[in-house]
């Protein structure tokens, strides 16, 4: 019985689509094969909930989108997900963010060192650290969201990040 959805070939190589007539991709050159006949890539594996996972940050919406890139380039999977948690629980005080809506950015525990180091990284110049940041240079983009700054600037135009 026909499967029916093989009503076109496809090419393996390129996914471009053909009749069924067609037997030979005019690209690649390889043979076509119909959709069933493709190899199904298997589902991704699923990943935890963040109580089975590890905190590396919480704050607004541009630090976790800045976290999270460097993350991806790192290759440390990881979850965002909005942040409840009262600051007792382990969450960040929404004060420090004008109230803004913060997010938590999660890890499996065998990466969270890691992600740690990268967060150091990227969120240098967080209060606390800024006496040890340098001088901002010609070419110098904000460490949170990549924006790039003006040689006097003290805070990102984009996502606010102060830079005193």
């Known amino acids: ?3 029916p959805t093989d009503n076109v070939k496809l090419c ?5 689509e053909y009749t069924l007539q ?3 991709c005019a690209d690649c050159r390889v043979p076509l094969v119909l959709p069933s006949q493709l190899e199904q890539a298997p ?3 699923a ?4 109580d089975e996972l590890e905190c590396v940050r919480v704050g607004p919406i541009a630090w976790t989108r800045a976290l999270s890139t460097v993350l991806e380039q790192g290759q440390i999977r990881h979850r965002v997900e909005p942040d409840n948690r009262t600051p007792e629980e382990g969450g960040a005080d929404r004060r ?5 809506d913060v997010f938590g950015t999660w890890v499996m525990p065998d990466d969270l060192e890691r992600a740690k180091q990268l967060d150091a990284e990227v969120f240098v110049h967080i209060i606390g650290q800024q006496a040890d ?6 070419d110098e983009v904000c460490p949170a969201c990549q924006t790039p700054l003006a040689v006097d600037a003290l ?6 990040l102060a830079f005193n």
């Open 22 to 24: 067609a037997s030979d």
């Open 12 to 16: 393996p190589e390129c996914g471009d």
């Open 133 to 138: 940041a340098p001088e901002a240079a010609e």
């Open 43 to 45: 589902p991704p594996e």
């Open 47 to 50: 990943f935890p909930e963040v």
């Open 96 to 100: 420090e963010f004008d109230g803004a």
């Open 1 to 3: 019985m026909s499967n």
């Open 155 to 160: 805070e990102c135009p984009d996502c606010g």
